[in-house]
């Protein structure tokens, strides 16, 4: 159950909704502590306002990639990736390509740089 309910508090972090005051400037290091904090926690993660922290700041990240895709697009720049219209990406495909990074590149990494880097990696054009 401890598992579960910490599994359903880290898909939280990227549902649909509004990204609040976040940027997708926090390092990918930030963001994996939090995660792994909140996971710890269990069940009592559910009342954590980290939840809502890490959530608008998956969701600011994931706004900036799409806002970067429009503004190429209508610059005649060669996208980035290439995403189906309805792509999603979920919370353990991000904290597992958050753990990818080498320790000391976590630190200078944002969350708006690593969903890049996912989208590349996941949705390659070509």
Do not use: W
């Amino acid at each position: 159950m401890r598992h579960r309910t910490a599994a359903v508090a880290l898909i939280a972090l990227l549902v649909a909704g509004p990204a609040s005051a976040q940027t997708g400037e926090m390092s990918a290091a930030a963001f994996l502590a939090k995660a792994d904090a909140l996971r710890a926690k269990g069940a009592m993660a559910l009342l954590s306002g980290d939840i809502k922290v890490l959530k608008a700041e998956g969701q600011a990240a994931g706004l900036a990639y799409r806002a970067r895709l429009k503004a190429d697009k209508a610059a005649g720049k060669p996208p980035h990736s290439c995403p189906p219209p309805k792509s999603k990406i979920n919370s353990t495909q991000v904290i597992e390509h958050l753990r990818a990074y080498p320790p000391a590149t976590r630190t200078r990494t944002t969350m708006k740089m690593a969903i890049a880097d996912l989208m590349v990696k996941t949705y390659p054009c070509g």
